[in-house]
């Protein structure tokens, strides 16, 4: 499963090469043109440039983790790189580092904390990683300031349907990505793998610019809250209901002409579709949208739960319709 | 300029969908330029060519809104804003769609109307049922629906951020010479109200030589305002600084010397929050000097803004001279 094996990967922001050689290796064999930019963006051309120049985006990287200290007592004090949830942190485990060193995320045991502690939740400076050093030399004969730490997840198959792991966001979009990029019946349009979509679209920035595209979909995972406790109206997403579609984000007002477009593709080719009913959050579509003169954009996302944590769940036929969705809209764009 | 006004501050144009001010203005500065436009985001250029290199005048097209986010079986919906809107402004208000259909806004059982915020408001439309029998879907916008109406010497309308601006570089295109020093491109943007989106690729496009937008800006002269040196009738303001933008002080200086030398009334204008198109002109490539004439109004973003009378006519009279007049040399 394409999914598991790009999830699996260890891609922080910042640190995307493991997952942009793994693209450029599943690319081998196909008609495409590739190239790495300065900013690590893999930019894909597959076909003649046609008019409009399509192109599709996908982000490589998760959030994380950065060691920034390295305790006397051998453990790791680190900061998170892109939006993490402080509370889903303790006792998970990760890895450390290009040689992926194991290690856990420690806190003060049950047994030591006062009472007031136990009240309120811990907060970064509260947690360390415990890589099972008996205090800072052997620790740094192992890690060193400024590695990456990713949680330590294997993608697996759950229930029926459904796939458990992490980094789906945005690795789900670059799988949709990949496998359009194989298709034999797609041709002539730009794809870009981008970096440090999390902490702010960077990658999104230069690879825009440098391909100055007249239009841009952008294949994303988006938060769904099907879950107790959320009225529909709130839920954002559902898992099942397929691809959703953004109206608006914090990032970008989509383009009218391509969203009655992505309708009506879904709508004619009997495949299921969502709005996401939630304008905050953004993705790469708000940098993309501002390269150059400007670029009509448009966002498509498989609903996942639990995103940014060291477990999300997305459901395969979402990500199937995805797939298709997008691939329906490229094939009616050269009717 | 009342007629024109009236016009454009009664048109539909939340952010994402200025198309109705787009056409409208289109139709209004057509006869008066040598060449129109537009761009992938919606941006309407209107072009005066002249001998000199070209000078980008910015208004906005857009105006704040709400944007539906899930309608359900009742046909009642739930919104988000669009832009700087605040929530308690909207109970009771009339709200218009694209296509004119109306709907009011109320809030769940609230204990206080301090627990008012976004996710207990709802629209209603009228519509008993859920898409697709009710008309309105998810991603719809909706904006004011308020007519303008003279008060005194004042203007009151929704959209006057910036519709104000907009009749201002229609009536300046209507008063140009027939030689212009420079080249005069007329850009009224799209998306303004949430981020300037619209301005930085139409200042990339035409890598302009100066900026100069012209927008509404707040004033300190109502009842226990917070102090801010700007006044409705005062005449308009030249821009200090905003959030935004450190207006260039070539281009102020040459701004409060042509006010001088026409003898019209203006301020000086230092808001301490808030940002306008020249924030994304003057970063635009290598960077273009720009400057900010503002129209001192009251009540932005509410239903009812309010500008003077007066002060459109001195701003007016100010663009036409400074488009008439050779800038200074960097």
């Not at chain 1, 953004?282 to 993309?288: E, H, L, R, S």
């Not at chain 2, 003279?150 to 010479?177: H, Q, S, V």
């Not at chain 2, 803004?305 to 701003?315: I, K, L, S, Y």
């Amino acid at each position: 499963m394409l999914l598991a094996e790009l999830a699996n990967l260890p891609g922080v922001s910042g640190g995307e090469k493991r997952v942009r050689q793994a693209i450029v290796e599943a690319l081998a064999g196909c008609p495409v043109e590739m190239r790495t930019d300065n900013i690590g963006n893999l930019l894909v051309r597959k076909g003649p440039r046609r008019s409009p120049h399509v192109m599709l985006a996908a982000h490589m990287d998760e959030v994380g983790l950065m060691v920034v200290a390295i305790e006397k007592s051998g453990h790791l004090k680190f900061k998170p790189v892109g939006g993490i949830d402080s509370r889903v942190l303790a006792a998970k485990r990760v890895r450390v580092g290009a040689a992926a060193v194991p290690g856990v995320i420690g806190a003060k045991a049950v047994h030591l904390q006062k009472d007031d502690d136990r009240k309120k939740p811990y907060e970064i400076e509260d947690l360390f990683i415990d890589i099972g050093a008996a205090g800072k030399e052997e620790a740094e004969a192992l890690v060193k300031i400024g590695d990456y730490a990713t949680f330590d997840t294997a993608a697996t198959p759950i229930g029926s349907g459904f796939w458990r792991g992490k980094a789906f966001d945005d690795r789900a979009g670059c799988a949709v990505l990949l496998q359009l990029l194989r298709d034999p019946e797609l041709t002539g349009f730009s794809a870009v793998f981008t970096v440090q979509e999390e902490i702010g679209s960077r990658g999104a920035i230069t690879a825009s610019y440098a391909l100055q595209p007249d239009r841009a979909l952008i294949i994303e995972t988006t938060a769904a809250a099907d879950t107790p406790g959320t009225g529909e109206d709130f839920s954002s997403t559902v898992l099942g209901a397929g691809p959703a579609l953004s109206v608006m984000d914090r990032s970008v007002i989509v383009d009218r002409e391509m969203l009655t477009e992505l309708i009506a593709t879904a709508r004619e080719a009997g495949l299921p579709f969502q709005f996401r009913r939630f304008t905050g959050g953004g993705t790469d579509a708000g940098a993309v949208a501002l390269a150059g003169e400007g670029v009509k954009t448009a966002v498509v996302s498989t609903p996942c739960r639990y995103i940014h944590s060291p477990h999300s769940i997305l459901k395969e036929s979402d990500l199937q319709a995805t797939a298709a969705l997008v691939k329906a809209w490229l094939l009616r764009g050269e009717r | 300029m009342e007629a024109l006004l009236k016009k454009l501050t009664e048109t539909f144009g939340p952010s994402g969908e200025e198309a109705a001010v787009r056409t409208l203005i289109e139709a209004e500065i057509k006869d008066s330029v040598d060449r129109i436009f537009t761009d992938n985001l919606g941006n309407l250029f209107a072009l005066r060519e002249g001998a000199g290199p070209a000078i980008m005048l910015s208004a906005h097209m857009d105006e704040i809104g709400v944007i539906i986010t899930h309608i359900d079986e009742h046909g009642f919906m739930r919104l988000a804003p669009v832009g700087g809107m605040a929530p308690h402004l909207l109970i009771g208000q009339r709200l218009r769609f694209r296509d004119g259909r109306v709907a009011t806004v109320y809030h769940e059982k609230l204990k206080s109307l301090r627990d008012l915020e976004w996710s207990k408001l709802y629209l209603d439309g009228g519509a008993a049922a859920a898409p697709p029998e009710n008309p309105v879907a998810v991603g719809d916008l909706a904006c004011f629906d308020q007519p303008f109406q003279r008060a005194g010497g004042r203007y009151l309308a929704k959209a006057l951020d910036d519709r104000a601006g907009c009749a201002l570089l229609i009536e300046t295109a209507r008063r140009l010479p027939r030689e212009l020093p420079h080249t005069v491109c007329f850009v009224f943007s799209v998306q303004e109200e949430v981020g300037l989106r619209g301005a930085t690729t139409a200042a990339y496009r035409l890598k302009p030589a100066y900026g100069l937008a012209v927008d509404v800006t707040r004033v300190g002269d109502t009842p226990k305002a917070p102090v801010m040196a700007v006044s409705l009738g005062q005449g308009p303001a030249i821009k200090i600084k905003d959030s935004s933008v450190i207006c260039h002080p070539l281009v102020r200086r040459f701004m409060i010397d042509t006010a001088a030398e026409l003898g019209i009334p203006y301020q000086l204008e230092v808001l301490e929050r808030g940002g306008t198109d020249a924030g994304a002109i003057h970063l635009s490539r290598e960077g273009v000097p720009s400057g900010v004439l503002s129209i001192p109004c009251r009540y932005i973003h509410t239903p009812s803004e309010m500008v003077d009378a007066g002060d459109m006519e001195h701003a007016l009279t100010l663009l036409v001279k400074l488009c008439s007049k050779p800038w200074p040399a960097l």
